[in-house]
């Protein structure tokens, strides 16, 4: 089994590229999709989070809004976040992948994780695609979708690796600046 991972600096179109394999039949792990549901289900996870956020809880139900608007302006806050929720999910991948390899099913298995360069994910993978985009098409691609304002989208940006260090980790890149039918076609 191949295990690629696939990363990418925010807006980039990781998802695209993602929905892009699967449609040519590889199995996808998405580590957002991950998150969520730890966010979600996870008890341990949420109990730390309450211990360490306790303002992000409404009658004991997690605001990941309000979460996003506590700890994205402080490093120490992400820091501190990361640190309850990278083991989980990496113990999470780290199970769907011995699924995969026990099944034998599926020969090629993209890992989509944005921090998987930040967070030392190379030890999971045989090969590093990276997704590039333009900076502000990248802010304009997530605002569109109207998952965060411009501010946001930028401050996020400066937090993660700048795209230039990640391209010096790729095996492979994907270039997204121009349309889906040449992104499908690299």
């Known amino acids: 089994m191949t295990v690629i991972g696939?990363?990418?600096?925010?807006?980039?179109?990781?998802?695209t590229a993602a929905a892009m394999f699967k449609a040519l039949g590889a199995e996808i792990i998405?580590?957002?999709?991950?998150?969520?549901?730890?966010?979600?289900?996870?008890?341990?996870?949420?109990?730390?989070?309450?211990?360490?956020?306790?303002?992000?809880?409404?009658?004991?139900?997690?605001?990941?809004?309000?979460?996003?608007?506590?700890v994205f302006p402080c490093e120490k806050k992400v820091k501190e976040l990361e640190g309850i929720l990278h083991p989980a999910v990496r113990r999470r991948i780290k199970r769907e992948l011995q699924k995969l390899r026990v099944s034998g099913k599926n020969p090629v298995v993209v890992l989509d994780i944005p921090l998987l360069l930040e967070a030392g994910y190379?030890?999971?993978?045989?090969?590093?695609?990276?997704?590039?985009?333009?900076?502000?098409?990248?802010?304009?691609?997530?605002?569109?979708?109207?998952?965060?304002?411009?501010?946001d989208a930028l401050n996020r940006l400066r937090r993660q690796m700048p795209q230039r260090e990640k391209l010096k980790h790729a095996d492979f890149v994907i270039d997204n600046r121009y349309s889906k039918a040449e992104t499908r076609a690299q």
Do not use: N, Y
């Open 30 to 70: 998405d580590a957002d999709a991950i998150v969520h549901e730890l966010l979600d289900q996870d008890t341990s996870c949420r109990r730390a989070i309450k211990k360490k956020f306790p303002e992000v809880f409404d009658k004991g139900i997690l605001d990941r809004g309000q979460l996003a608007k506590e």
């Open 122 to 151: 190379e030890d999971v993978v045989d090969a590093v695609i990276v997704v590039r985009a333009d900076k502000q098409q990248s802010v304009e691609r997530v605002c569109r979708k109207g998952k965060m304002k411009r501010q």
């Open 6 to 15: 696939l990363t990418g600096s925010l807006g980039t179109g990781k998802s």
